[in-house]
């Protein structure tokens, strides 16, 4: 690079060197990254302190503390004033490599020559030291970085809490409460940190109480979760914890939700080879979650066995398999499957909203004008919300007097019409004039003088 850099006879200044630099150096390219240094002084370039920190933190990051060091020699040397970037790099680098002294140290010396530590020059001391398992070094740290009125960074939290786990000094609903009362709620990581601890003790129900948490709270769990449960459940056989189908149903879910539908298979087995029942909501999250995915085949050898094994179908059951059927299309399964749970089941709003809400997007308005009406038959009256769609179906099709009309059945069944229902009627009432103007059908002048001023 720097040869061909020389031939063009390119001149370049101190930023563009240090992009160059920066950018072999991520790469572990040190030849080149020697033949720029050389060039800038062959061209009066002097390296700034940018340049100094970008060769710092890479030599860091690969291992090499004592040339990193030698760098800040040299830095001081020439006059440049390492800032706190560049302490950081170095206390880094020996933190990484469990030299929290080193690292404590250079943290004292910076502090000595005027600087002000920031937030994650705490945050590198930090987790040196819970990685060292000098947990109260690392919580006295943490004390005095809140009270330099620095704000503790997710990370800050994560070490701290990592290495109180790893002590066996486990608080989680302490720990947690602090983090939301500073506005810093936990993560992913942190509910990660804190379920395989409580499972390392054998504290199963806790651990799923903090997932239960954690998805209450609109983190998503991750593999590094439910594997973390799963390792934990499997290691120590806990067959009284795994009595309660709720927590293995927790798990299954976990499991569908970031698609390792095969692993939940798994652990459905499981269930039984305990000589434990699937509930029906074992089955329903199953269900549920190989319908998702398009694995309509196996949902029939799964309904098959929940019918050997004396569990019943219910209503979520049906609304499950009613969904999928309607999204693969055509709807002739799901029309049939929608008559079974009429006749044989009382269905919920869910069922009527599914049925109606898919045939009228799939532009199929006679057939959810037929549900509608087979609802209507076994004393099974929609709610508004579903009228709304019926209604709005048709006026899309511009069958405006058959959306009035069931207006007027939405009266008649008691169910009176909401602000939307009006809005869609209206909307359509409003398309029907223009049209009817434009094409000449009312005249503007003649009905504005009909009307009587107030």
């Known amino acids: 690079m720097s040869s061909r850099i020389g031939e063009r006879r390119i001149l370049l200044d101190v930023v563009t060197y240090n992009s160059l630099i920066d950018g072999c150096c991520s790469v572990g390219r040190w030849q080149e990254v020697t033949q720029l240094l050389t060039k800038m002084v062959r061209d009066n370039v002097d390296p700034d302190d940018y340049t100094f920190n970008i060769l710092i933190d890479a030599l860091c990051k690969e291992g090499r503390i004592l040339e990193a060091q030698g760098m800040l020699v040299m830095m001081l040397k020439r006059g440049e004033k390492p800032d706190i970037v560049t302490y950081n790099a170095l206390m880094d680098g020996y933190c990484s490599r469990e030299n929290v002294h080193e690292g ?11 600087l002000e530590p920031d937030v994650f020059n705490y945050n590198v001391l930090i987790d040196g030291c819970c990685k060292t398992k000098m947990v109260d070094e690392a919580m006295f740290l943490f004390k005095e970085l809140c009270n330099k009125n620095l704000v503790p960074t997710i990370a800050s939290y994560n070490s701290l809490i990592d290495g109180l786990c790893n002590s066996g000094r486990i608080s989680h609903k302490k720990l947690l409460g602090e983090m ?4 810093q709620p936990p993560d992913v990581v942190t509910y990660n940190i804190l379920i395989d601890a409580l499972c390392k003790e054998g504290r199963i129900l806790e651990a799923l109480g903090v997932l239960l948490m954690m998805m209450k709270k609109g983190e998503k769990p ?67 979650g190989l319908c998702n995915l398009g694995r309509i085949s196996h949902v029939q050898e799964l309904l098959d066995e929940m019918c050997d094994s004396g569990q019943s179908p219910d209503v979520i059951t049906y609304n499950i398999l009613l969904d999928a059927f309607c999204k693969t299309q055509p709807f002739d399964k799901a029309i049939s499957l929608f008559r079974q749970i009429v006749q044989g089941i009382w269905p919920d709003f869910y069922t009527n909203h ?23 038959m076994h004393g099974c009256s929609p709610n508004v919300q579903t009228y709304t769609i019926m209604i709005n179906g048709l006026c899309k099709d511009g069958s405006f ?23 869609i009627i209206i909307g359509e009432a409003e398309k029907l004039r223009e049209e009817m103007i434009t094409r000449g059908l009312v005249n503007i002048e003649k009905r504005s003088d009909t009307l009587v001023p107030f």
């Open 222 to 288: 991750n593999i590094v979760t439910y594997n973390a449960m799963m390792d934990r459940y499997c290691l120590r056989n806990n067959v009284n914890a795994a009595k309660d189908n709720l927590n293995y149903n927790v798990l299954i879910n976990g499991y569908l939700k970031t698609e390792m539908v095969d692993e939940a298979i798994v652990l459905f087995k499981e269930i039984r080879h305990k000589n434990l029942v699937p509930d029906i909501a074992s089955y329903n999250s199953l269900i549920d």
């Open 104 to 114: 404590r140290e250079l943290f004292n010396r910076m502090v000595k020559r005027g």
């Open 180 to 183: 939301h009362d500073s506005a």
């Open 354 to 376: 599914a049925i109606v809400d898919n045939l009228c997007k799939g532009e199929k308005l006679k057939m959810a004008e037929d549900a509608l009406q087979h609802l209507l």
């Open 401 to 423: 007097g058959e959306a009035m009309f069931l207006l007027s059945k939405m009266e008649d069944n008691d169910r009176p019409s909401d602000a939307v229902t009006f809005e």
